[in-house]
């Protein structure tokens, strides 16, 4: 392993914006890139278009891709969601139904410690949510 460790870049999520990957493995820690809902298609969990050209966002459908996309990287590194030590939350709107989503995938016993942060925007206007997630590696 080189001593910036291994990058996970997987084909089948929505590539990066930029040039990083969606995860990077650096001994038994496993950093997780800020993800969102956003499909390899470019289209996004929890966004509906009306006819008339009107947009629904829902961020009950954004967190659960949200985090369905963080357990499919974690996966491809070998490790899944109760592995992640420590999550940061970027929120564009505070009110909502984020923690309904998140509290079926975390219990407050033995999930991860989480910072929660409010944020004016995301990288698209159709986004209410991104996480990213430090996960360890027992072996």
């Known amino acids: 392993m080189s001593p910036n460790g291994v990058s996970f870049v997987l084909s089948d999520r929505a590539q990066a914006l ?49 985090l369905e996309n963080i357990k499919l990287i974690l996966q491809a590194a070998g490790l899944d969601l109760e592995n992640i030590v420590d999550l940061t939350v970027f929120l564009v709107d505070m009110v909502g139904g984020m923690n309904e989503i998140y509290n079926q995938y975390f219990k407050a016993d ?5 910072t929660t942060v409010a944020v004016h925007q995301l990288p698209s206007d159709k986004l209410l949510v991104e996480i990213k997630a430090i996960a360890h590696d027992p072996k």
């Open 110 to 114: 033995t999930g991860p410690t989480r």
């Open 18 to 66: 930029a040039s990083y990957p969606h995860a990077r493995r650096v001994g038994n820690v496993v950093y997780v890139s800020g993800t969102s809902c956003r499909r390899p298609d470019n289209t996004w969990d929890g966004v509906e278009i009306a006819e008339d050209g009107s947009i629904k966002l829902d961020i009950r459908k954004q967190t659960r891709a949200v």
